[in-house]
DNA sequence: GTTTAATTTAAACAAATGTTTAAATTTGCA
DNA sequence: TGCAAATTTAAACATTTGTTTAAATTAAAC
């Protein structure tokens, strides 16, 4: 039953993402997956391995849909850039709770398999946009900037958006919801956010 | 001995950032700093306690600090904004593994007691820059912005330097070395990067 | 120097951890 | 239906966990 394999998974992806990999037990995820302990072992293998198919699991279709619009020929690069920054700005309001454990979690990554295979994912979405600046620095319309610093300015924005949510609240004055509530009212604030930050920082 | 306390919670913030709260041992903190297990509970009480006194040591620091700058009325917004960047920037790149703690592991404390302080440190940074760009504003030098996700756009791209090293790494092709090194050499990059950006996005 | 308090130690505690086992049950197919 | 494979279960395994204990050592005060 591959529904139960997927069912793990998503149980799995959010307590690690509310209480870390090590803060979450093995006995934790098989009772609030409603599973027998022993299945963890059974599908998966171990604690870590079950760690690697839920990267493997979110990571590769994040991996698609940023492909798709890599290969559109038709997009100015200004547009091609906000087409980017919403996508991700969709993917991790959403999906906060992988995306909250790819980016806080990484650090603390002890096996250096997982730490790279990690690394790979940020590192493709990195190229992607170095890809499209060049390519506006190449036509004209963007100025010379440091492109890996403004890379980090979008994602380290949305990811201080959707991981420091007690602060955001507080802020805010609203009361704790979930994750999927707050990245819904995030999520248009964050586009328009980005999209006057990178026309200021880059248009010529 | 009043040593024997900082040297554990030197050697303690080394671990929590390296390895997480939940990841780390009252042992490993004990061998490592070379003390009987039973000291920490000795001068501490427990874990959680330890933790606790992690972070008021180390917020008590950055706020004397951030206030000296704040009372400071000879500065123009754009030179307040500027010393406040270089401030952070500093701050975290050379003291970069309380700053890994304070933001990748906010969202995985389980204790609502001390969720609550390190929002309150976060908070005091966000109200200090919410000031700055008012008075700018008042001033006609600033122009209108969405102040809450500036200061995400600040905060997150240093963040997103200091704690995705080894995307850096791969990025820059530097072999690994410690988080003082990294800082060191990304300091003056993430200032140039961050005076820019900030120039584009706040000026009339 | 004696005594009182503060520090340090090794050992033990119960509870929780990841993983394995071997038996029981269910499923799919001939 | 019969049977072999896949799934599910409860129990046990050996470690590791945070914390406590009570004795030993050191430091400070009189």
Same mark, same amino acid.
């Given at each position: 039953?591959?529904?139960?394999?997927?069912?793990?998974?998503?149980?799995?992806?959010?307590?690690?993402?509310?209480?870390?990999?090590?803060?979450t037990?093995?006995?934790?995820?098989?009772?609030?997956?409603?599973?027998?302990?022993?299945?963890?072992?059974?599908?998966?293998?171990s604690?870590e391995?079950?760690?690697?198919?839920?990267?493997e699991?979110?990571?590769?279709a994040t991996?698609?849909?940023l492909?798709?619009?890599?290969?559109?020929?038709?997009?100015?690069?200004?547009?091609k @850039?906000?087409?980017?920054?919403?996508l991700?700005?969709?993917?991790?309001?959403?999906?906060?709770?992988?995306?909250?454990i @790819?980016?806080?979690?990484?650090?603390?990554?002890?096996?250096?398999?997982?730490?790279?295979? @990690?690394?790979?994912?940020?590192?493709?979405?990195?190229?992607?946009?170095?890809?499209?600046i060049?390519?506006?620095?190449k036509?004209?319309?963007?100025?010379?900037?440091?492109?890996?610093?403004?890379?980090?300015?979008?994602?380290?924005?949305i990811i201080?958006?959707?991981?420091?949510?007690?602060?955001?609240?507080?802020?805010?004055?609203?009361?704790?919801d979930n994750?999927e509530?707050?990245?819904?009212?995030?999520?248009?604030?964050?586009?328009?956010h980005?999209?006057?930050l990178?026309?200021?920082?880059?248009a010529?």
């Open positions: 039953m591959v529904d139960k394999r997927l069912h793990i998974l998503e149980i799995a992806e959010q307590l690690f993402a509310e209480k870390g990999f090590e803060g037990s093995v006995r934790d995820i098989a009772n609030t997956a409603n599973v027998n302990l022993a299945m963890i072992s059974y599908y998966f293998g604690k391995k079950l760690f690697n198919a839920l990267i699991w979110r990571a590769s991996h698609d849909v492909n798709e619009l890599m290969i559109d020929e038709t997009l100015e690069p200004f547009e @850039m906000e087409k980017l920054v919403n991700y700005v969709d993917r991790i309001t959403t999906n906060s709770r992988f995306h909250c @790819m980016t806080t979690h990484l650090p603390t990554i002890q096996s250096e398999g997982i730490k790279n295979r @990690m690394t790979d994912v940020k590192y493709h979405t990195m190229e992607s946009i170095r890809k499209i060049t390519e506006g620095q036509k004209g319309v963007f100025r010379k900037v440091d492109i890996e610093l403004t890379v980090a300015s979008i994602m380290g924005t201080h958006v959707t991981s420091s949510r007690p602060l955001y609240y507080r802020v805010y004055g609203i009361e704790q994750p509530a707050y990245g819904k009212k995030m999520a248009p604030k964050l586009k328009a980005l999209r006057q990178l026309q200021a920082h880059l010529v």
